[in-house]
């Protein structure tokens, strides 16, 4: 009985840990889809914006700040795997990005015109304001490349009996992760050239790579039959 009760505990845990992994992932994804869908629909009366942070000037605040702290409150209480190197320990960077979360909802990005009323825990319009959420952002994202590429590409079991597929999980996470690189760094370069909405076109896609990471990590899509056997190298019939 006793290890009946244990091995149910394990198999929650698992699920558990699963289920918190995918809910980042559809937050992470759902950001930049309902701040663009909501800004298509008249309802709303909302101008497409330069960039995801902006959307705090808009009547879609709420929605970009909720999101925002969700994302890092899971992110905080999500214990992953220690290691005594920095750049692998899942959960001192899992606790690091989600500050992160917190600090880019509680320190916005400065408005186009400084008359704006702002809401935040500093109201006032100073260039300083706005380089502290642009770090929170890329320490943030640079945060999630690292997760992607050198985390989450541990552990998974040896499998001889199944060969390794393009579509294996780690290919998808370290393609995500330089995914989400190339976008931040691609950021400046087309805001040099002035590019309408490249901002927001180029922080949407670097989170859809983000959800996708953490959707493949939490098992969203399911891992049994052909799905298990490309992407995790395990048979789940």
Known sequence: METMTSNLITDNDKITYRRIRAAIGYLGIGLPIALIVFSWLPFFKTAFQNSISHYYYTNLREIL???LCAVGLFLIRYKGYKNPVFWKNDSLLTNLAGAMAFGIALFPTNPDACCQKIYTLIPYCANFLGIIHYTFAATFFLILAILSIV?????????????????????????????????????????????MYATLILEALALFAFGTSWLIKGRALGDTGKLGEKVYRERNY
């Open 65 to 67: 700040t909720g999101i």
């Open 151 to 195: 985390v989450f590409t541990i552990g998974q079991k040896q499998n001889l009996d199944i060969p390794v597929s393009i579509f294996n999980e780690n290919n998808i996470y370290s393609t995500c992760g330089y995914l989400i690189l190339c976008f931040i760094v691609l950021i400046p370069i087309f805001s040099a050239f002035k590019v």
